[in-house]
C-alpha cells in the first residue's frame, strides 16, 4: 500500500525510497515486530480467558510436557495477523504473487483455526478430521500451483529446476501440479509437526524463510539471475517484503513463546507458515531447494512416517517416540539443548541452500 507513495516523488526525495524493495522489507520486518510486542500480550491475555485450561496435553506424551497444561493456544493469530497486516501496508499490491503466498497462508491458517477451536473446546486432543484437513490442504495446493504456473515465464512453466545443475529443466506437464501440491502440502504437515516444544518450529520457519526472501529477490532480478546463472522469474523479488514481515512477526511472537512458553502457535500457526514455505518455494521455482533449507522439517516428518510403517509392519518402534524432537526427550535431552541444537541445524541447513545459487 505505501508503494504508491512513489507516485509523490519527484526521484530525489524521500517518497522515492518506496520503490525500493530493501527498503520496503526493513519497514515490513519493524512493522511486523511492534505489531507483535503491541498486541501479544493482550491476545495472549484474550486467549487464556476464552480458553480457560489452554492446549490439552497428551496422556502418552513426554513427562515434561504436563506441566505445561493450561498454556493457551491459537498464538499463531499473533503471528499471521502481523505477517499479513505488515505485507499489505508495506507490499504492492499490483504483484501476484504476494497475493498467492497471502492465500495460502490465510487458507491453511483458517484450517488451524478450526481444529484449535475443535482441540480447546471439546479438551481433547482430536480436532478437524485429518482426511477433511488432508483434502483441503490439498484444494488450496492445487490452486496455488496453477496460480503460480500460470505467472511463471513461458519457458518456466510446468518445469522443474534443479539446483546445481542450472541448465537442468525437468518437464513435468501435467504432473506440475500435484508436484505443487505436494510441496505445499508436505511442507505445512512438516512444520506442523514440527511445532512440538517452545520455540521449536517458529526459529527454523524464520531461517527457511529468510534464505527463500533472499532467493525470490535474487531470482526476482535479471541482473542477479544472470551473475548467479539461476532462472528468473519475474515479479518474485516482492516476496521479500513477505519473508521479511514473517520474520519480525516471528520474533514478535518468539518474545512470547521462548521457555517457558506464555502462549503456544498452535496449528493456526503452524500451518500457516509451513504452507507459506511451500507456496514461496513454489513461486520461485526453487522447490527442492527448499527440501534442503527446510531439511529439519523433512526429518520431522519423515521420523513420523517411519515409525508408523515401521511399527504396522513389525509391531516394534524405531525411536522412543516421533516425531524425532520427542525421541530425544525420552532419551532424557533437556528441552532447551533440543530446541538450540535443532536451531543450528537449520541454520546450516540454510546456508547450504544458499550455496546453491552459485555453485554449478
Known amino acids: 500500500m505505501l508503494y504508491w507513495l512513489t507516485a509523490l516523488s519527484d526521484g530525489g526525495d524521500f517518497f522515492n525510497l518506496f520503490r525500493y524493495i530493501t527498503f520496503r522489507a526493513g519497514g515490513a520486518f519493524m512493522t511486523a515486530l511492534l505489531f507483535g510486542f503491541i498486541f501479544g500480550r493482550p491476545l495472549i491475555n484474550v486467549l487464556r480467558r476464552k480458553q480457560g485450561k489452554g492446549q490439552p496435553i497428551r496422556d502418552d506424551g513426554p513427562e515434561g510436557h504436563f506441566s505445561k ?7 499463531g493469530l499473533l503471528i499471521v495477523g502481523a505477517l499479513v497486516t505488515s505485507t499489505l501496508m508495506w507490499g504492492r499490491w499490483d504483484n501476484p504473487f504476494i497475493w498467492l503466498v497471502l492465500f495460502v497462508t490465510l487458507a ?12 480447546v473446546s471439546k479438551q481433547n486432543t482430536k480436532g478437524v478430521p485429518g482426511k477433511l484437513r488432508i483434502a483441503l490442504g490439498i484444494l488450496i495446493g492445487v490452486v496455488a ?8 515465464p513461458d519457458m518456466l512453466q510446468n518445469q522443474l529446476a534443479m539446483p546445481v545443475f542450472k541448465d537442468t529443466l525437468i518437464n513435468l506437464g501435467i504432473f506440475y501440479v500435484p508436484f505443487g501440491v505436494i510441496v505445499i502440502v508436505g511442507a505445512a504437515n512438516a512444520v506442523n509437526l514440527t511445532d512440538g516444544l517452545d520455540g521449536l518450529a517458529i526459529m527454523p520457519v524464520m531461517i527457511a524463510a529468510s534464505t527463500l526472501g533472499v532467493i525470490a529477490y535474487a531470482v526476482g532480478r535479471v541482473d542477479f539471475t544472470e551473475y548467479l546463472d539461476v532462472h528468473y522469474v519475474p515479479g518474485t523479488g516482492e516476496i521479500l517484503i513477505f519473508t521479511a514481515a514473517l520474520f519480525g512477526a516471528g520474533l514478535g511472537f518468539l518474545w512470547y513463546n521462548a521457555p517457558p512458553a506464555a502462549v503456544f502457535m498452535g496449528d493456526t500457526g503452524s500451518l500457516a507458515l509451513g504452507g507459506a514455505l511451500g507456496a514461496i518455494a513454489v513461486a520461485t521455482k526453487h522447490e527442492l531447494v527448499l527440501a534442503i533449507v527446510g531439511g529439519l522439517f523433512v526429518v520431522e516428518a519423515l521420523s513420523v512416517i517411519i515409525q508408523v510403517l515401521y511399527f504396522k509392519r513389525t509391531g516394534k518402534r524405531v525411536f522412543l517416540m516421533a516425531p524425532i524432537h520427542h525421541h530425544y526427550e525420552k532419551k532424557g535431552w533437556a528441552e532447551p539443548t533440543i530446541v538450540i541444537r535443532f536451531w543450528i541445524i537449520s541454520l546450516i541447513l540454510a546456508m547450504i541452500g544458499l550455496a546453491t545459487l552459485k555453485v554449478r
Open 145 to 152: 500451483s496453477v496460480w503460480a504456473a500460470a505467472y511463471h
Open 69 to 75: 497444561a493450561g498454556t493457551p493456544t491459537m498464538g
Open 108 to 119: 491453511y491458517a483458517i484450517i488451524g483455526f478450526a481444529d484449535d477451536y475443535a482441540k
